[in-house]
């Protein structure tokens, strides 16, 4: 097996962003599709407002849960401030999506950010709209399934 | 049932107990061990919270001695709690099968220390599981239920963060019946006093060595052939770093790391021209294997501290013995908007206190702007270090000293902390706040004895805490609202400091994390 046949996901925010919600919708969504996948994230004081990072990978077989450093194939930034930060974490050809990759002024719900960050990640990886859209309906509120959906499409539109 | 499912490392702990037919999970919350007891309850197990991991241990070894199987759930230093339970459950050994679940906190993302479980376990002589996925840690507990019956030994199964809060695939097995054997009588095995305890103790051994004869021959130990002539010994989630780090080296993950299998591993230390021993937390393999006559390689200090991963072990493999700096910068964690502990670190911070701090969210409040604590030790501490400080500073600084412990860590520890108060009252008397916010905030809002409320939320017998610190002594216990009435909350305590007396201030308000959480639930 090669490194190369592992995607690496990294999220970076602040606690309460939704950080761990989006890696684990990424991680449902890839688990569906059959893959292998990990997901590693660190809670406790990093709750507090603090920063907080999360990684999936997935591929045909992923050992390690945390991605290697300067791997990662795709890192969303919600936080401004985690931009650097992440730039260094990225491969060569890996693709940043920060905070502005979305207009904020567009969502329905602001606290569908996370979601709408996903609708761009998803441009970019394997798998179908439906998909997506269908694990949003049963891991999220089913109060917020409209401004989510509202959302993930925002995020599908936007030039990642 | 669908067997597949995508589970975190606590997860899967609880699954397995469930599948393992565990009849009661009982523990006390803690980073990164609080979910499993929650997930027990949500997949359909019985779980209860226990004032703290000593109690927790205590009715787990009584489920156990009345034929059931028990499990007890804490973090590392909890263990230290329930340490002294531990020496005697080994001693007198389980019926139904007793399982502890304890997370290790490398790197501390949530813990005081870094102290490793392994080092209990060796002491105690208890049989300890390294699991390095959610699907060991599934297999892994299932067989510790079973392999404690078999050798009436209580097991420990060692998390730590990545494997507690990571998620990999679970393939779950058809669920056991386990059998109820009911309670024997058997007081020479069960009353440890010393006429007992020495043949128990002389049992204990005989059962260890049969533990290390059957993890020699079989174990749930994996071994993968290299390609070239390095040997890597390993266990837990540091063997995932290592099969990623050095595909090309064989390697000898290790299962069941205490008892030792020593002729399993001296096997395969003579089919390698080198090897390295790797693992997260204290140098226990390493230590062993040296102590055992084999040349093998150890971590560089530089190593020893913090959570390991691909990068770190492939270091350690090329015998690099500095690192680059870890990165800084990120912002840190802060008490929340509207947090009713902001209003108390204000006063302290304001009538420059010393602060004798405890465990929870408010050990936030050493951080700018308050800065207003001074130690923070351990659960409970909080009480008997303000006490002894008391003791020793001349009465003006005295006056200055105040206890700060929050409502949940009050129940776990901090009782007894009142009764020395009362017993050996210090001179200029002692001020002790107790920050209600009714709720385990900082471990992720769980219920404990004094909200009222059951570990699945439904409604509990509430242990009232004016009247519990009224029954012990205290000459004024207050209560107030320290956001609405903090002009009260700075007025009683420079009355309190200025008296003689032992007073106890309850700050009540609710955590504001836990009041939309429960507005989230009634919304639905």
């Given at each position: 097996m090669t490194a190369a046949a592992i995607t690496n996901i990294k999220v970076a925010g602040l606690g309460g962003q939704g950080v761990l919600t989006a890696t684990d919708l990424i991680g449902e969504v890839a688990f569906r599709a059959g893959r292998d996948v990990k997901k590693a994230e660190v809670h406790g004081m990093s709750?507090?407002?603090?920063?907080i990072e999360s990684d999936v990978r997935f591929g045909p077989a992923v050992l390690s849960p945390m991605i290697p450093e300067g791997t990662v194939d795709y890192g969303?930034?919600?936080?401004?401030?985690?931009?650097?930060?992440?730039?260094?974490?990225l491969r060569d050809e890996g693709v940043l999506i920060g905070p502005d990759a979305v207009d904020v002024g567009r969502l329905a719900d602001r606290r569908s950010f996370n979601v709408a960050m996903l609708g761009v990640l998803s441009t970019h990886l394997p798998f179908e709209c439906e998909f997506w859209l269908r694990v949003l309906r049963e891991r999220l509120p089913s109060r917020l399934v409209e401004a989510n959906e509202q959302a993930f499409s925002l995020g599908r539109s936007a030039k990642g | 049932m669908e067997t597949r499912a995508w589970l975190s490392g606590n997860e899967a702990v609880a699954a397995g107990a469930l599948d393992a037919g565990v009849t009661l999970g009982t523990g006390y919350p803690g980073t990164p061990s609080s979910e499993i007891l929650e997930a027990l309850a949500e997949f359909g197990g019985t779980a209860q919270w226990a004032p703290n991991e000593k109690v927790a241990l205590e009715v787990a070894l009584g489920v156990s001695t009345g034929g059931a199987r028990?499990?007890?759930?804490?973090?590392?230093?909890?263990?230290?709690?329930?340490?002294d339970p531990l020496f005697s459950a080994t001693h007198i050994g389980a019926t139904g099968g007793l399982v502890l679940a304890v997370a290790d906190d490398p790197g501390m993302a949530s813990s005081q220390n870094e102290q490793d479980t392994r080092r209990y376990a060796v002491a105690a002589g208890a049989p300890?599981?390294?699991?390095?996925?959610?699907?060991?840690?599934?297999?892994?507990?299932?067989a510790a239920f079973a392999l404690s019956e078999k050798w009436r030994l209580p097991f420990i199964i060692r998390l730590t963060t990545r494997i507690c809060h990571s998620r990999t695939l679970v393939e779950r097995d058809e669920p056991e019946r386990a059998p109820l054997l009911g309670y024997e009588r058997q007081i020479n095995e069960r009353v440890m006093v010393p006429a007992y305890a020495r043949p128990a103790h002389k049992r204990l051994r005989s059962k260890l060595q049969s533990v290390a004869e059957w993890n020699n021959l079989h174990g749930m130990h994996r071994y993968w052939k290299g390609t070239g002539s390095l040997g890597?010994?390993?266990?837990?989630?540091?063997?995932?770093h290592v099969r990623e780090a050095a595909p090309e080296a064989s390697i000898l993950q290790i299962g069941m790391t205490h008892p030792l299998p020593m002729r399993r591993i001296m096997a395969f230390l003579d089919g390698v021209e080198e090897c390295v021993v790797i693992e997260e937390g204290d140098p226990v393999l390493f230590e062993a294997l040296r102590a055992?006559?084999?040349?093998?390689?150890?971590?560089?200090?530089?190593?020893?501290?913090?959570?390991?991963?691909?990068?770190?072990?492939?270091?350690?493999?090329?015998?690099?013995?500095?690192?680059?700096?870890?990165e800084t910068g990120g912002k840190p964690p802060q008490l929340c908007p509207g947090c009713p502990h902001r209003a108390v670190f204000q006063v302290l911070s304001e009538k420059a206190c010393f602060v004798t701090g405890d465990i929870g969210c408010y050990s936030l409040g050493v951080l700018p702007p308050y800065e207003a604590m001074d130690t923070c030790a351990c659960m409970g501490a909080s009480i008997g270090m303000g006490l002894g400080m008391r003791r020793a500073l001349p009465d003006e600084d005295a006056r200055r000293v105040v206890s700060v412990i929050g409502d949940s860590?009050?129940?776990?520890?901090?009782?007894?902390?009142?009764?020395?108060?009362?017993?050996?009252?210090?001179?200029?008397?002692?001020?002790?706040?107790?920050?209600?916010?009714?709720?385990?905030?900082?471990?992720?809002?769980?219920?404990?004895?004094?909200?009222?409320?059951?570990?699945?939320?439904t409604p509990a017998p509430k242990l009232e805490l004016e009247r519990v610190v009224e029954a012990m002594g205290v000459d004024r216990v207050v209560i107030l609202n320290p956001s609405k009435e903090t002009d009260r909350l700075r007025d009683e305590l420079t009355r309190a400091l200025a008296s003689n007396e032992l007073t106890v201030i309850i700050t009540r308000q609710p955590c504001v994390l836990a009041m939309k959480r429960d507005r989230k639930k009634e919304s639905g």
């Amino acid at each position: 097996m090669t490194a190369a046949a592992i995607t690496n996901i990294k999220v970076a925010g602040l606690g309460g962003q939704g950080v761990l919600t989006a890696t684990d919708l990424i991680g449902e969504v890839a688990f569906r599709a059959g893959r292998d996948v990990k997901k590693a994230e660190v809670h406790g004081m990093s709750q507090r407002g603090g920063s907080i990072e999360s990684d999936v990978r997935f591929g045909p077989a992923v050992l390690s849960p945390m991605i290697p450093e300067g791997t990662v194939d795709y890192g969303l930034v919600f936080d401004p401030g985690r931009v650097e930060y992440m730039k260094k974490r990225l491969r060569d050809e890996g693709v940043l999506i920060g905070p502005d990759a979305v207009d904020v002024g567009r969502l329905a719900d602001r606290r569908s950010f996370n979601v709408a960050m996903l609708g761009v990640l998803s441009t970019h990886l394997p798998f179908e709209c439906e998909f997506w859209l269908r694990v949003l309906r049963e891991r999220l509120p089913s109060r917020l399934v409209e401004a989510n959906e509202q959302a993930f499409s925002l995020g599908r539109s936007a030039k990642g | 049932m669908e067997t597949r499912a995508w589970l975190s490392g606590n997860e899967a702990v609880a699954a397995g107990a469930l599948d393992a037919g565990v009849t009661l999970g009982t523990g006390y919350p803690g980073t990164p061990s609080s979910e499993i007891l929650e997930a027990l309850a949500e997949f359909g197990g019985t779980a209860q919270w226990a004032p703290n991991e000593k109690v927790a241990l205590e009715v787990a070894l009584g489920v156990s001695t009345g034929g059931a199987r028990g499990l007890a759930t804490m973090k590392h230093v909890g263990l230290n709690v329930a340490a002294d339970p531990l020496f005697s459950a080994t001693h007198i050994g389980a019926t139904g099968g007793l399982v502890l679940a304890v997370a290790d906190d490398p790197g501390m993302a949530s813990s005081q220390n870094e102290q490793d479980t392994r080092r209990y376990a060796v002491a105690a002589g208890a049989p300890v599981f390294e699991p390095s996925d959610s699907q060991e840690a599934y297999a892994m507990t299932r067989a510790a239920f079973a392999l404690s019956e078999k050798w009436r030994l209580p097991f420990i199964i060692r998390l730590t963060t990545r494997i507690c809060h990571s998620r990999t695939l679970v393939e779950r097995d058809e669920p056991e019946r386990a059998p109820l054997l009911g309670y024997e009588r058997q007081i020479n095995e069960r009353v440890m006093v010393p006429a007992y305890a020495r043949p128990a103790h002389k049992r204990l051994r005989s059962k260890l060595q049969s533990v290390a004869e059957w993890n020699n021959l079989h174990g749930m130990h994996r071994y993968w052939k290299g390609t070239g002539s390095l040997g890597v010994i390993t266990s837990g989630v540091a063997t995932m770093h290592v099969r990623e780090a050095a595909p090309e080296a064989s390697i000898l993950q290790i299962g069941m790391t205490h008892p030792l299998p020593m002729r399993r591993i001296m096997a395969f230390l003579d089919g390698v021209e080198e090897c390295v021993v790797i693992e997260e937390g204290d140098p226990v393999l390493f230590e062993a294997l040296r102590a055992a006559g084999r040349p093998v390689r150890g971590r560089p200090d530089v190593f020893r501290f913090g959570e390991l991963n691909v990068d770190r072990v492939r270091r350690i493999i090329d015998g690099e013995t500095q690192e680059p700096p870890a990165e800084t910068g990120g912002k840190p964690p802060q008490l929340c908007p509207g947090c009713p502990h902001r209003a108390v670190f204000q006063v302290l911070s304001e009538k420059a206190c010393f602060v004798t701090g405890d465990i929870g969210c408010y050990s936030l409040g050493v951080l700018p702007p308050y800065e207003a604590m001074d130690t923070c030790a351990c659960m409970g501490a909080s009480i008997g270090m303000g006490l002894g400080m008391r003791r020793a500073l001349p009465d003006e600084d005295a006056r200055r000293v105040v206890s700060v412990i929050g409502d949940s860590t009050f129940v776990h520890s901090g009782l007894t902390g009142i009764v020395d108060m009362v017993y050996n009252r210090p001179r200029t008397g002692h001020v002790v706040l107790i920050l209600d916010n009714a709720t385990t905030a900082m471990t992720g809002l769980q219920e404990h004895p004094g909200t009222g409320r059951a570990l699945d939320g439904t409604p509990a017998p509430k242990l009232e805490l004016e009247r519990v610190v009224e029954a012990m002594g205290v000459d004024r216990v207050v209560i107030l609202n320290p956001s609405k009435e903090t002009d009260r909350l700075r007025d009683e305590l420079t009355r309190a400091l200025a008296s003689n007396e032992l007073t106890v201030i309850i700050t009540r308000q609710p955590c504001v994390l836990a009041m939309k959480r429960d507005r989230k639930k009634e919304s639905g």
